[in-house]
């Protein structure tokens, strides 16, 4: 069975870091790109963050600068390191992969597998 797994979202102060893990289990994810998504209460889904199997990167605007998406391969795990964060940024956190393709989806529709999200709160 296909499962990916987040785990490190919590409650911070506005300028503090997380680090979020995805640890994916059931088959390698080594030839798929991963994508770290969020939604807000009342927000429609949106994409934080994307690696290509290659390594190449996405970042929504509001985050560059701030989060940091990696992948370890030999772990089958992808991070998103977050910095400075903002209470904008709270949200439940996905982790997603595409199950096939190496390139970055921004849409959402592009993942076949996803986690089951982690909670993060940013306060103010």
């Known amino acids: 069975q296909v499962q990916l797994v987040e785990s490190g979202g919590g409650l911070v102060q506005a300028g503090g870091s997380l680090r979020l893990s995805c640890a994916a289990a059931g088959r390698t994810f080594r030839n798929d790109a991963m994508g770290w998504f969020r939604q807000a209460p009342g927000k429609e889904r949106e994409i934080v963050a994307g690696i290509s199997s290659i390594g190449a990167t996405y970042y929504l605007d509001s985050v560059k600068g701030r989060f940091t998406i990696s992948r370890d391969n030999a772990k089958n795990t992808v991070y998103l390191e977050m910095n400075s964060l903002k209470p904008e940024d709270t949200a439940v956190y996905f982790c997603?992969?595409?199950?096939?393709?190496?390139?970055?989806?921004?849409?959402?529709?592009?993942?076949?597998?996803w986690g089951q999200g982690t909670q993060v709160t940013v306060s103010s």
């Open positions: 997603a992969a595409t199950g096939g393709s190496g390139s970055i989806w921004a849409d959402g529709a592009g993942y076949r597998y």
